[in-house]
């Protein structure tokens, strides 16, 4: 092999591995694409969606560490999150947050009631709530630990979400659900 081949092919070997490492640190530390599998945020999100979720924005943390950069924001309600599953932490889930650390969440007629007053987004005027599971039953009020977060399912008919198994710590959530990029008809920002 010529000087000049190998020099082709070592620039080819170098651009490839800078390639890659790049894209794993924008991945672990910026942004992730995720592809949902379930009906549970319909018609928010369906089935095959393709989206990126912002990883920085609630400090993302160091892979196989518990170290965690500085949050740009606190989550917020409203917010569609990207969170470990409490019960499988193998799996990753995408939900609503609902009720923030210390507050008090209640669903009561369909309707979503935050430290006894109706939930003021928008967003939760527009979906219907079921009462279902240990944590979601009829005149429950629920008081949303420290570090932890109450999610629900845009689609609550069909979401296995916190009324089933309670509150995502704070060390859990992922990211925040940004934008649609396929298919092509479904593209735009995700609220």
């Known amino acids: 092999m010529s000087l000049k ?3 082709v092919l070592r620039d080819w070997v170098e651009s490839i591995i800078v390639a890659f490492i790049l894209a794993m640190i924008i991945r672990a530390f910026v942004v992730q694409a995720f592809k949902i599998p379930t009906g549970s945020m319909r018609m928010t999100l369906v089935e095959g969606d393709l989206i990126l979720v912002n990883k920085f924005i609630y400090g993302a943390k160091v892979p196989f560490t518990n170290f965690r950069f500085p949050a740009v924001r606190q989550p917020k309600r409203g917010d569609v999150v990207v969170f ?108």
């Open 84 to 191: 470990i599953y409490p019960e499988d932490k193998k799996k990753d889930f995408i939900k609503r947050l609902v009720g923030l650390p210390g507050e008090t969440v209640e669903i009561k007629g369909g309707s979503i009631y935050v430290n006894d007053k109706p939930a003021a987004e928008a967003i939760f005027n527009r979906i219907y709530y079921f009462n279902k599971g240990d944590f979601g039953t009829t005149g429950q009020k629920i008081v949303v630990p420290k570090d932890s977060y109450f999610v629900l399912g845009d689609n609550s008919a069909s979401s296995k979400d916190s009324r089933y198994w309670g509150f995502v710590p704070k060390e859990y959530l992922l990211g925040q659900a940004m934008i649609i990029y396929w298919p092509l008809q479904r593209i735009r920002v995700i609220r």
């Open 5 to 7: 081949k190998k020099s």
